[in-house]
């Protein structure tokens, strides 16, 4: 067993999370997020899928990304999907 490096919870299934040369370890993928996940710097919510750069700054999707001045950004493209 492992703690989780979060929570401190000693489970039988925690988990390893390699990255960046560094090994973290995990007792739920919540607690990973919540160490690891980048904060939309527009809302403050964690970016748990793909996010939007704008010049280097992270936002959660499109609409936190034109609040912070982006114009070219959509959340999707054509109609009908």
């Not at 990973?32 to 992270?58: L, N, Q, S, W, Y």
Request: aromatic share 6%.
């Amino acid at each position: 067993m492992a703690a989780c490096e979060v929570c401190g919870n000693d489970y039988d299934m925690s988990f390893e999370v390699h990255a960046q040369g560094a090994v973290h370890v995990f007792d739920s993928f919540e607690c990973a997020i919540t160490k690891m996940a980048p904060v939309c710097e527009h809302c403050g919510c964690r970016i748990v899928g793909h996010g939007v750069d704008v010049g280097g700054h992270f936002c959660c999707c499109a609409h936190c990304a034109r609040e912070m001045g982006a114009t070219q950004i959509v959340d999707k493209v054509g109609a009908g999907r």
